[in-house]
């Protein structure tokens, strides 16, 4: 930055000197002479180097700029990365037995990952839609979505996240998975989903 | 000997089918060959003889008889050689000496066949002329006349039904159910079809999933819950103008299961949200004013039915574990058990719906896995099984109290079916697979019956 700053009061004293040239015209032809030759010489010598090392300058400066960008970009690509990873981790399903909406041993640790990725970024709102086999009632079957949405959300709050950040909604039977009539297409199906609602755009690891 | 046996099974099979109906049960099961302990009560129907009519009112007996048959109530009777008889009869001299029977009838023909009622069709002028005859007085009981537009006219099939009631009234004093009709779901859009299967017709199209129609008392209006997003939003929508009315104070969680109150002031309806599900009511003139019968905390509570008199409510509850059926005052207190489980043996309860005559509560329980029709009888607090064969759902009651349809799987898909539960006869309504939370409308008036729109979004 110093140098910046003495390369332009160089070129403030140089313009000055050319002003004083130009601004005072000699009424006679000036007679030139071996002094005023070598002056001349000596001043387009300083001007060249000025101009080689102001290049210079400009040059550095351009290719940290741009190594900067480069870094910017990498680092960019390794949020998306992380985002994606996190986004993934959070969509992660969880299942229920039949008619029931407790959350399964098996379960609680992938609730937990979910803990940490919503402590990890305190804008975060995700809603949790529960669903449900078609074996039970059609209607019953809304509420059972409802509470096992609820029974999710509600170990998450346990954990101390927020309520308000966590919205439920049920699906009921409406929205299956897998299609047919086995037990693994209904143990499929009966299950929470988790989407982001709002502050997902840039997501970090807990 | 055995060709004995074979002889008396085979004479018992005419009497079940032909006459009596003695002991009945879910008849797919008889026709399966399975024996299960559903018996419905014995009682012998009178007999009912459709007689031959003028060419041009031919459609119109043959759907009258339909009707009559479909009430569960005569033994329809078919005369051997049809309009031919109408004809030889002529010549028989009428039984008794007091009313001379008009020409072409055969009282003691009809009598001998089992007869206790014959009915003619004729014109006269614009109308139509129903003439009961009562075969045992060997006299005319009733004319009834009535306008009938031409076969294809819109109006042509509801005109011959409310004759068919008529006819019903006139013979054995009951109020019908032939101009009634059933709204049901299919792929998410409320459709509405006849009670006997005909003039299937989509009235509610939206680009959200429609569920859970429930008719007004006066049978004008049907509320239903539009699903989108994991939300419920209730809607009214007129059966006349085919115009959708949201309730605005339904919508922001999940609402559904809406059931109006008798005099069609109130709706009752159940709320999902981050505390479980619960009962509320709001009123349906000024969409407003909303309060809440149940505080589930634990447990949820569904799909509120009004008694018919509109001061207890029939619903689902979690409370013992399993959803249940039970009962509460219409301002939610006295909340009771209505129909008896065994804790821990009994499968889970649902969808009730209350008879009209307010004697019987109908839902249906999972028994081994599948779910089957019961009936809950109001005052003795004891329950029967309806169904056996396939899975069988949501029932809703006819306005005649004695026949429900429901959804069953029976014939290898879900379709709509009717049982009448004095003698367990079941028919297919709608053999289209994938209809669903079927709704039986009350007696229309006739001004509601008119051509439904698909109507607006």
């Given at each position: 930055?110093?140098?910046?700053?003495?390369?332009?009061?160089?070129?403030?004293?140089?313009?000055?000197?050319?002003?004083?040239?130009?601004g005072?015209?000699?009424?006679a032809?000036?007679?030139?002479?071996?002094d005023?030759l070598?002056?001349?010489?000596?001043?387009?010598?300083?001007?060249?180097?000025?101009?080689?090392?102001?290049?210079?300058?400009?040059?550095?400066?351009?290719?940290?700029?741009r190594?900067?960008?480069?870094?910017?970009?990498?680092?960019?690509?390794?949020?998306?990365?992380i985002?994606?990873?996190?986004?993934?981790?959070?969509?992660?399903?969880?299942?229920?037995?039949?008619?029931r909406?407790?959350?399964?041993?098996?379960d609680?640790?992938?609730?937990?990952?979910?803990v940490?990725?919503?402590r990890?970024?305190?804008?975060?709102?995700?809603?949790?839609a529960?669903?449900?086999d078609e074996?039970?009632?059609?209607?019953?079957?809304?509420?059972?979505g409802?509470?096992r949405?609820?029974?999710?959300?509600?170990y998450?709050v346990?954990?101390?996240?927020?309520?308000?950040?966590?919205?439920?909604?049920?699906?009921?039977?409406?929205?299956?998975?897998?299609?047919?009539?086995?037990?693994?297409?209904?143990?499929?199906?009966?299950?929470?989903?988790?989407?982001?609602?709002?502050?997902g755009e840039?997501?970090?690891r807990? | 000997?055995r060709?004995?046996?074979?002889?008396?099974?085979?004479?018992?099979?005419?009497?079940?089918?032909?006459?009596?109906?003695?002991?009945?049960q879910?008849?797919?099961?008889?026709?399966?060959?399975v024996?299960?302990?559903?018996?419905?009560?014995?009682?012998v129907?009178?007999?009912?003889?459709?007689?031959?009519?003028?060419?041009?009112?031919?459609?119109?007996?043959?759907?009258?008889?339909?009707?009559?048959?479909?009430?569960?109530?005569?033994?329809?009777?078919t005369?051997?050689?049809?309009?031919?008889?109408r004809?030889?009869?002529?010549?028989?001299?009428?039984?008794?000496?007091?009313?001379?029977?008009?020409a072409?009838?055969?009282?003691?023909?009809?009598?001998?066949?089992?007869?206790?009622?014959?009915?003619?069709?004729?014109?006269?002028?614009?109308?139509?002329?129903?003439?009961?005859?009562?075969?045992?007085?060997g006299?005319?009981?009733?004319?009834l006349?009535?306008?009938?537009?031409?076969?294809?006219?819109?109006?042509?099939?509801?005109?011959?039904?409310?004759?068919?009631?008529?006819v019903?009234?006139?013979?054995?004093?009951?109020?019908?159910?032939?101009?009634?009709?059933?709204?049901f779901?299919r792929?998410?859009?409320?459709?509405?079809?006849?009670?006997?299967?005909?003039?299937?017709?989509?009235?509610?199209?939206?680009?959200?999933?429609?569920?859970?129609?429930?008719?007004?008392?006066?049978?004008?209006?049907?509320?239903?819950?539009?699903?989108?997003?994991?939300?419920?939003?209730?809607?009214?929508?007129?059966?006349?103008?085919?115009?959708?009315?949201?309730?605005?104070?339904?919508?922001?969680?999940?609402?559904?299961?809406?059931?109006?109150?008798?005099d069609?002031?109130?709706?009752?309806?159940?709320?999902?949200?981050d505390?479980?599900?619960?009962?509320?009511?709001?009123?349906?003139r000024?969409d407003?004013?909303?309060q809440?019968?149940?505080?589930?905390?634990?447990?949820?509570?569904?799909?509120?039915?009004?008694?018919?008199?509109?001061?207890?409510?029939?619903?689902?509850?979690?409370?013992s574990?399993?959803?249940?059926?039970?009962?509460?005052?219409?301002?939610?207190?006295?909340?009771?058990?209505?129909?008896?489980?065994?804790?821990?043996?009994?499968?889970?309860?649902n969808?009730?719906?209350?008879?009209?005559?307010?004697?019987t509560?109908?839902?249906?329980r999972?028994?081994?896995g599948?779910l089957?029709?019961?009936?809950l009888?109001?005052?003795?607090?004891?329950?029967?099984?309806?169904?056996?064969?396939?899975?069988?759902?949501?029932?809703?009651?006819a306005?005649?109290?004695?026949?429900?349809?429901?959804?069953?799987?029976?014939?290898?898909?879900?379709?709509?079916?009717i049982?009448?539960?004095?003698?367990?006869?079941?028919?297919?309504l709608?053999?289209?697979?994938?209809?669903?939370?079927?709704?039986?409308?009350p007696r229309?008036?006739?001004?509601?019956?008119?051509?439904p729109?698909?109507?607006?979004?």
């Amino acid at each position: 930055m110093k140098r910046l700053q003495l390369f332009t009061l160089t070129v403030l004293a140089v313009a000055a000197v050319a002003a004083a040239c130009g601004g005072n015209p000699a009424p006679a032809t000036p007679q030139p002479n071996a002094d005023s030759l070598a002056m001349e010489r000596a001043r387009q010598d300083s001007i060249a180097r000025e101009m080689a090392r102001q290049d210079s300058i400009r040059r550095a400066m351009e290719e940290s700029e741009r190594a900067a960008r480069q870094r910017e970009a990498d680092s960019l690509a390794a949020l998306a990365r992380i985002t994606e990873e996190v986004r993934a981790m959070l969509a992660q399903m969880i299942n229920f037995d039949f008619d029931r909406s407790n959350i399964r041993t098996g379960d609680a640790a992938t609730l937990d990952g979910k803990v940490g990725i919503l402590r990890a970024n305190p804008a975060l709102r995700i809603r949790i839609a529960g669903h449900c086999d078609e074996r039970g009632s059609d209607e019953y079957n809304l509420a059972l979505g409802n509470r096992r949405a609820a029974s999710a959300k509600q170990y998450l709050v346990n954990q101390g996240i927020a309520a308000d950040r966590i919205e439920i909604v049920s699906y009921g039977e409406e929205r299956p998975m897998a299609m047919g009539q086995t037990e693994e297409a209904w143990a499929q199906n009966r299950r929470a989903e988790f989407e982001i609602v709002g502050g997902g755009e840039m997501l970090v690891r807990p | 000997m055995r060709g004995l046996l074979r002889g008396g099974l085979a004479a018992a099979t005419l009497v079940a089918g032909g006459g009596a109906r003695a002991v009945a049960q879910d008849t797919m099961a008889v026709d399966r060959g399975v024996r299960i302990g559903i018996v419905y009560r014995p009682g012998v129907r009178p007999g009912f003889v459709a007689l031959g009519a003028p060419a041009e009112l031919d459609s119109v007996r043959v759907m009258i008889a339909r009707d009559l048959d479909f009430t569960d109530r005569f033994e329809i009777i078919t005369l051997p050689g049809g309009d031919s008889t109408r004809v030889s009869g002529s010549a028989a001299a009428p039984r008794r000496g007091s009313a001379a029977a008009p020409a072409g009838l055969n009282y003691p023909l009809y009598q001998a066949l089992g007869a206790d009622f014959a009915l003619g069709l004729t014109r006269a002028g614009d109308s139509t002329v129903a003439v009961v005859h009562d075969v045992a007085a060997g006299a005319v009981r009733r004319r009834l006349a009535a306008r009938i537009p031409p076969p294809g006219h819109p109006d042509f099939r509801q005109s011959v039904h409310r004759l068919s009631d008529q006819v019903l009234q006139a013979t054995l004093g009951v109020p019908g159910i032939a101009a009634t009709r059933v709204l049901f779901v299919r792929e998410g859009r409320v459709y509405v079809i006849d009670q006997d299967g005909a003039d299937v017709r989509l009235v509610s199209a939206s680009d959200r999933q429609a569920m859970s129609p429930a008719w007004s008392a006066e049978g004008r209006q049907f509320a239903y819950m539009e699903f989108r997003d994991g939300r419920g939003q209730l809607f009214l929508r007129d059966m006349a103008s085919g115009q959708r009315r949201p309730l605005a104070v339904t919508g922001r969680s999940l609402d559904f299961t809406p059931a109006f109150s008798p005099d069609a002031r109130t709706m009752a309806f159940s709320r999902a949200t981050d505390e479980g599900t619960d009962i509320y009511t709001l009123n349906v003139r000024d969409d407003c004013c909303l309060q809440r019968l149940t505080v589930g905390r634990f447990s949820d509570n569904l799909s509120p039915a009004y008694s018919p008199d509109g001061r207890r409510l029939a619903f689902v509850s979690t409370r013992s574990g399993l959803a249940q059926i039970y009962v509460m005052a219409a301002d939610g207190t006295d909340q009771e058990l209505f129909a008896p489980f065994d804790y821990g043996v009994t499968g889970s309860s649902n969808a009730p719906d209350w008879s009209p005559d307010g004697r019987t509560v109908a839902f249906h329980r999972d028994v081994g896995g599948t779910l089957q029709v019961f009936v809950l009888d109001v005052r003795t607090r004891t329950v029967r099984q309806l169904t056996s064969v396939g899975r069988n759902e949501d029932a809703t009651w006819a306005p005649d109290s004695r026949h429900l349809a429901f959804v069953s799987d029976r014939a290898g898909y879900r379709q709509l079916w009717i049982i009448d539960i004095e003698t367990g006869r079941i028919r297919p309504l709608l053999q289209q697979s994938g209809a669903r939370l079927p709704a039986w409308s009350p007696r229309l008036p006739e001004s509601a019956i008119v051509n439904p729109r698909p109507g607006d979004r």
